[in-house]
């Protein structure tokens, strides 16, 4: 069975940083490449960002320049540095293992953790 559970979501104040962590356990087969998503209320959820297997990274465009994706395939962690952070970045992030083909197909999803970027 897969899971996927984030840590290291909070408060933080506009301009601050947070960084969240995903660890996944199991056996992903055919779901290697990992990818953080967000939903904010009323909003659709959305892809933030995504690494493969062999490290290579996409960003979606209000993300680019302040937020990293890494993972550490020892631990089996996918960790999302988020920098600057604006209060239109808040929403509830999501961990995700699925393929990423041109574009990314999520298949595992974590349980979220709320990040609130507010004064």
């Known amino acids: 069975q897969v899971q996927l559970v984030e840590s290291g979501g909070g408060l933080v104040q506009p301009g601050g940083s947070l960084s969240l962590s995903c660890e996944v356990s199991g056996t992903i087969d055919g779901a290697h490449d990992l990818g953080w998503y967000r939903q904010a209320p009323g909003k659709q959820r959305e892809l933030v960002a995504t690494?493969?297997?062999?490290?290579?990274?996409d960003y979606a465009d209000s993300v680019k320049g302040r937020f990293t994706i890494s993972r550490d395939d020892a631990k089996n962690t996918v960790d999302l540095q988020m920098n600057n952070l604006k209060p239109e970045d808040t929403a509830v992030y999501y961990c995700?293992?699925?393929?990423?083909?041109?574009?990314?197909?999520?298949?595992?999803w974590g349980q979220g953790t709320q990040v609130t970027v507010s004064s």
């Open positions: 690494i493969t297997r062999r490290g290579s990274t």
């Open positions: 995700s293992a699925g393929l990423y083909l041109g574009r990314y197909y999520p298949a595992y």
